[in-house]
């Protein structure tokens, strides 16, 4: 007992730099305090106590705001940071290391018995706002996306994002060069398509982009070939794009990380 407790304690130091010291974290962490009664409950549902496991889980509900059925079954560190709004379905399997904010819903899509809800391997990591629902998995240190709504498994060390959630491949090198030309060239500086927002709205206009090169480059040719019959209709400039144009567009894309603490 003591050791797992011990266990919980330095889960928290090791992913919370906000914490600072192991008093601190024993009495005002109400993720530590959930997890704590749902171990209780779930004892007491093992032991087929199925109304009063209810009874507990419902007390941790009300005390910290997160809903834990107590037949889910948890690993070793789980971590819950912030924690209020999160649900965690009686199906529900998660493995050791697993982090989730708040928000996070683990649910299932079906009334049908047996397993509806989803497993996280090893190492997970749920962002704030995410829905993970189904009985599939999510493989071993993959990550889920802050309000992604994920309904398919999802690979080992994998990131998915987005509604509905897909899985994010990084993208070739020369193409990513291509693409940061692109948006230099119209004033534009692509936050969306780089590696730190892999986002399906930045990978749409990712597409946008490789389709402007490919426009601009048959431009090129196009007036090569006109040039060398004589024309002088490519001599003229194109219209100036100023950057004032695009500062809109930049606060759309652009999502920089929020640390609440």
């Known amino acids: 007992m003591f050791e797992r407790l011990r266990e919980d304690i330095q889960s928290v130091f090791h992913r919370d730099p906000a914490a600072r010291n192991a008093f601190e974290v024993v009495t005002s962490y109400p ?3 959930a997890i704590w009664l749902h171990r209780g409950a779930h004892k007491l549902w093992k032991a087929d106590f199925k109304w009063l496991a209810r009874m507990v889980s419902n007390f941790g509900r009300w005390m910290t705001g997160i809903e834990i059925h107590p037949g889910a079954r948890i ?4 971590f819950i940071d912030h924690g209020m709004g999160i649900v965690i379905g009686e199906t529900a399997e998660i493995g050791n290391d697993v982090t989730i904010y ?15 809800h989803p497993t996280l391997e090893d190492g997970v990591v749920v962002g704030a706002g995410a829905k993970v629902l189904g009985p599939f998995t999510v493989g071993a240190g993959a990550k889920i996306g802050s309000n992604a709504v994920v309904t398919k498994a999802v690979p080992a060390g994998a990131t998915a994002v ?6 994010i491949v990084k993208s070739d090198d020369a193409v990513d060069a291509k693409r940061k030309a692109m948006a230099e060239k119209i004033g534009f500086d692509a936050y969306g398509v780089t590696e730190d927002m892999p986002d399906p709205v930045a990978r749409a206009i990712g597409q946008l982009l490789d389709h402007l090169h ?3 480059g048959r431009l090129e040719d196009m007036c090569g070939a006109m040039t060398r019959m004589g024309s002088d209709y ?4 194109l219209p100036q794009l100023r950057d004032e144009d695009f500062e809109c567009v930049k606060g759309e894309v652009e999502a920089p990380a929020v640390d609440v603490r």
């Open 31 to 33: 993720g530590m305090h």
């Open 75 to 78: 690993g070793r560190r789980f």
């Open 102 to 116: 708040q928000g996070v819903t683990l649910g299932g899509t079906s009334w049908n018995k047996g397993k509806r």
């Open 162 to 167: 987005g509604i509905p959630g897909r899985i």
């Open 214 to 216: 490919a426009v601009d």
């Open 234 to 237: 490519c001599a003229k400039e």
